[in-house]
Each structure stands twice: as C-alpha cells, then as structure tokens.
C-alpha cells in the first residue's frame, strides 16, 4: 500500500489559490477514479476536483472556507502500489489513521511568500484537470443508498439545510444519485419534510444560525466592499417615457416571431450606452486607482448582472459595439444560461468596461447601484409602469421607467454624468436613433 497526494491543481489562468466551498468526502470514505473529492471557488467560478485514482481517503488537507495554494496539498489517498508520496507513505503504515483535517494553516501570505513555499515543496505532475461544476462526471454506477454521503452542490446543500432537510432521505437524478435543485424541489412539494416545530407558531425563539460567509458570497462581499470603500459614487436618478420603444420592441418581435432570439429592452439599452459612449469614452473606462491610471477603452464590453443560484454573477459581452440588436440579445441569453448552469467561462466574467443592473418587475422607483470597481459607470434599470404624464393640454398615459446610474466622483464629474443621462434618456425615448436591424 501507498499514499497518493492529490494536490490543487491549476485552475485558471492567473489564479494562485482557491477557496475550499465543499468536502465530497471524508477519512475513511473509499474513492473511486474521476470521482470528484472537493469543490473549490475562484474570482467567479466554481470547480470540482477529481480523483485521478482509486483509494482509500486517510487526510483532508483544510476546512470549509480555508483558501488553498495551487500546487498544495489537498486530500491523501492510501492506493495498491507504491502512490506517488514516499514521505508520507511510512506513517500510513502506523495502525491510526490521520486527523481529517491539517491543522496547519493554509498558504494566506503575499504572492511572494507562496512562490517560497511552493519552491519547498516541489509540485507534482499527478495533479488532477480540474472540471467544471456543471460537468458529467464518469461516476460509478453503484445505486444510492442512505449509507453513501449524498452528492449535491454547494447551493443545494445550503438551501436543505434552510429548509431543515436531510438529502439522504432525498433522491438524486443526476449521475450516482447527485441531488439536483429540482430533485430538492420536487422532495419538498412532496410533501415529505417534517417540521421540528410544535405548538403556537407565535411561540418565542432564542435560536441563532451562523452562516459562515464563503464560496461565491465572499467573494460578492469582498467585491461590494472594495467599491464601496475606493469609490466615491453620484448617483443620478432620471425618468424615461418608453411607450414608443416599447412599441417597437413589440413590433420587432411580431414581425420574426420565433426567427430570431426574443428581445428585451437589455439590448436597446446596450445600443444606448455604445452610442453616449462614443461621445463620452472617458466613461467607458476602468480607473486603476493605485497606479492612477484611468485606461478608456475602445471596445465597449458591457457587463450584465445576472442573478443564479449561486449568487450575483457580472456576464461580459465584448464588443458590444460592433454587435447589432438581435446578435446582443443572443450573446446576453446564451451566457445568462451558461452562468445559471455552471458551466460560463471566466473569460465572460471579466474585462468588462461599463455595467448593466436591473430587478426586473421586482425593481422600484429608483436604486443607488454599486459600480463594478474598477469600472467608472453602472446604469441601474428600475420598474415600468404606466403613469400618467401631462402632455401641454392633457394627461396622458405613459409607459415610464426611471433609470438610476452611479459615477466614480473621482474621475468623472457631475456635468459629465449629467449628460450622459441626458444622451440615454434622448436615445431611449426616440428609438429611430438607435441603430436597428431589419
């Protein structure tokens, strides 16, 4: 018998480490080729890590939400032969088995102090290939049983924890018996949970949950402080009448029905910010606010807040410039659905140089979004509803929607963003001047 050291592979071009969201095993448990042992975060996507071999798991190398080196240790297999670790494979032979968890702490230093650390202890060629979350694995084949640790995602795991369900009374769709969103939600409308209440529901509760905040929520957290902490934001706040864009929007999607992706006013709007932008490009920025650079650029890649399962992500359609109507509305739903299944590339979350955010029919009256950092500008869009407008001589009713757009104070100045609310408003409220196909 052997130990095999299963290290954190390279997962993405740049990135030096990675958080630990999610343990698929634990001591003890026996692993098969390709199952996937863990789940590791990085910036915006998630990523599960296979096994490269079969074996027996006798060391888990940190806890849920420790961050880990690329090329550290991650988890220690015992295998037939000789493994790939000769250090660690004497001490396997001592009859206890290893804590699960390494109490020594993971790599958090400098990006210097890593490269030390990773000079010490040499990186090995075994290293799995990382594989996105969304992935099909080749699993085994075994049925699901009660006594086998479930396979869920990480959001899945959260939300029946919520829900106070045990997903080892629940069954799985997906390949060995992992545990879907819909698989949770078709075991809930089942009709199955049991409540752990009794009595009045107006009894008092002293209980407290603590949700550690790791995963994709850090990172939002982390992202949302960083803006708010550097950026001075103005947020300026104005009404649109969009009864005759919405009008046309109809009539687009009458006249090509089902030829062609079904549009929604994000595509209007991107042609907006492309043609104020071409007049403004200082806002079509990004501000690198420790070299004191701000680098306008001349593709304008709009990013998209997307909402899914697993928290906010920021899609990015590059050259949104030279993309006509019907071509940015395809690129917004085809990576909306990437995000919400997993499987969106970090390319397409990243180099974004001005962003769009909206509730949808959930919005209000008006929203004070938080900029992008390092981005300059974020256009916020709000609900529409019909109100009444006085034309000269009447009331007349409106389809009206406020747009809300915040700028970093300290490059762009009040007149500036004034006018570029100014331009979307022009734009919006007379669509011939944007540029249509068809």
């Given at each position: 018998m052997g130990i095999h050291t299963i290290r954190l592979p390279d997962v993405g071009e740049g990135v030096a480490e990675a958080e630990l969201v999610e343990w698929q095993v634990k001591v003890g448990d026996v692993?098969?080729?390709?199952?996937?042992v863990?789940?590791?975060?990085t910036d915006k996507a998630a990523v599960e890590v296979p096994s490269p071999i079969s074996g027996t798991v006798t060391w888990l190398g940190g806890e849920i939400g420790d961050l880990i080196a690329v090329g550290e240790k991650l988890i220690q297999l015992s295998v037939e032969g000789d493994g790939n670790d000769t250090q660690d494979a004497a001490a396997s032979a001592q009859p206890e088995i290893k804590p699960a968890i390494d109490k020594t702490p993971p790599v958090h230093g400098s990006a210097t102090e890593q490269e030390e650390s990773a000079e010490r202890e040499p990186r090995e060629s075994t290293a799995p290939v990382s594989k996105p979350l969304a992935e099909k694995h080749s699993r085994s084949t075994e049925p699901y049983t009660q006594a086998t640790k479930p396979l869920a995602a990480p959001s899945v795991r959260a939300r029946a924890r919520d829900e106070g369900i045990d997903l080892r009374n629940v069954p799985g769709s997906g390949p060995a018996g992992r545990i879907s969103q819909q698989d949770l939600s078709d075991f809930i409308d089942s009709g199955r949970t049991t409540s752990s209440s009794s009595g009045s529901s107006k009894r008092?509760?002293?209980?407290?949950r603590e949700i550690k905040v790791i995963g994709m929520r850090r990172k939002i957290a982390e992202k949302m402080s960083l803006s708010k902490s550097r950026i001075p934001?103005?947020?300026i706040v104005e009404e649109i009448d969009?009864?005759?864009?919405?009008?046309?929007?109809?009539?687009?999607?009458k006249k090509h029905d089902s030829k062609r992706t079904k549009l929604t006013l994000l595509p209007f709007m991107m042609r907006a910010i492309v043609e104020a932008v071409t007049d403004q490009p200082e806002l079509n920025a990004r501000f690198d606010d420790d070299a004191g650079v701000v680098r306008q650029h001349g593709s304008v890649n709009i990013g998209i807040a997307t909402q899914t399962?697993?928290?906010?992500?920021?899609?990015?359609?590059?050259?949104?410039?030279?993309?006509?109507l019907w071509d940015n509305a395809a690129k917004v739903s085809q990576l909306a659905d990437d995000a919400r299944a997993g499987t969106i590339k970090l390319e397409n979350l990243t180099g974004g140089t001005i962003t769009i955010t909206s509730l949808g029919a959930l919005g209000a009256i008006a929203t004070t979004p938080i900029i992008n950092h390092p981005e300059v500008a974020i256009v916020g869009i709000n609900k529409m509803q019909i109100r009444?407008?006085?034309?000269?001589?009447?009331?007349?009713?409106c389809k009206m929607m406020n747009i809300s757009c915040s700028?970093?104070?300290?490059?762009?100045?009040?007149?500036?963003?004034?006018v570029f609310v100014q331009k979307l408003k022009t734009l919006l409220e007379s669509p011939a001047m944007l540029f249509v196909e068809g």
């Amino acid at each position: 018998m052997g130990i095999h050291t299963i290290r954190l592979p390279d997962v993405g071009e740049g990135v030096a480490e990675a958080e630990l969201v999610e343990w698929q095993v634990k001591v003890g448990d026996v692993v098969k080729e390709d199952d996937v042992v863990a789940a590791v975060m990085t910036d915006k996507a998630a990523v599960e890590v296979p096994s490269p071999i079969s074996g027996t798991v006798t060391w888990l190398g940190g806890e849920i939400g420790d961050l880990i080196a690329v090329g550290e240790k991650l988890i220690q297999l015992s295998v037939e032969g000789d493994g790939n670790d000769t250090q660690d494979a004497a001490a396997s032979a001592q009859p206890e088995i290893k804590p699960a968890i390494d109490k020594t702490p993971p790599v958090h230093g400098s990006a210097t102090e890593q490269e030390e650390s990773a000079e010490r202890e040499p990186r090995e060629s075994t290293a799995p290939v990382s594989k996105p979350l969304a992935e099909k694995h080749s699993r085994s084949t075994e049925p699901y049983t009660q006594a086998t640790k479930p396979l869920a995602a990480p959001s899945v795991r959260a939300r029946a924890r919520d829900e106070g369900i045990d997903l080892r009374n629940v069954p799985g769709s997906g390949p060995a018996g992992r545990i879907s969103q819909q698989d949770l939600s078709d075991f809930i409308d089942s009709g199955r949970t049991t409540s752990s209440s009794s009595g009045s529901s107006k009894r008092k509760r002293n209980d407290v949950r603590e949700i550690k905040v790791i995963g994709m929520r850090r990172k939002i957290a982390e992202k949302m402080s960083l803006s708010k902490s550097r950026i001075p934001h103005i947020t300026i706040v104005e009404e649109i009448d969009m009864t005759e864009l919405e009008e046309l929007r109809a009539a687009l999607n009458k006249k090509h029905d089902s030829k062609r992706t079904k549009l929604t006013l994000l595509p209007f709007m991107m042609r907006a910010i492309v043609e104020a932008v071409t007049d403004q490009p200082e806002l079509n920025a990004r501000f690198d606010d420790d070299a004191g650079v701000v680098r306008q650029h001349g593709s304008v890649n709009i990013g998209i807040a997307t909402q899914t399962e697993n928290g906010l992500n920021v899609i990015v359609v590059h050259h949104a410039e030279s993309a006509g109507l019907w071509d940015n509305a395809a690129k917004v739903s085809q990576l909306a659905d990437d995000a919400r299944a997993g499987t969106i590339k970090l390319e397409n979350l990243t180099g974004g140089t001005i962003t769009i955010t909206s509730l949808g029919a959930l919005g209000a009256i008006a929203t004070t979004p938080i900029i992008n950092h390092p981005e300059v500008a974020i256009v916020g869009i709000n609900k529409m509803q019909i109100r009444p407008m006085w034309d000269g001589q009447q009331f007349q009713p409106c389809k009206m929607m406020n747009i809300s757009c915040s700028f970093d104070h300290r490059v762009v100045d009040g007149w500036d963003a004034a006018v570029f609310v100014q331009k979307l408003k022009t734009l919006l409220e007379s669509p011939a001047m944007l540029f249509v196909e068809g």
